[in-house]
């Protein structure tokens, strides 16, 4: 496998077309991850606390529409 080294000095080396379709790639790549993580750590419950203290401050007024 190659290192982080090894990638960034081939991603240098990209035409400036094949950088794009990298980009646009990774972008996607990048997304799904994260979009996969949130939805493990919501389903784990390590949003509950968030969740609740945004509730309870929407109930005690402590929010403002934007």
Known sequence: MSTVFDIENAVQKLSRGDLTTFRDWFLSFDA??????FE???AAGRLDALADEAIRDLREGRCTDL
């Open 40 to 42: 493990e750590d919501v």
């Open 32 to 37: 799904t991850a994260w979009d996969k993580q």
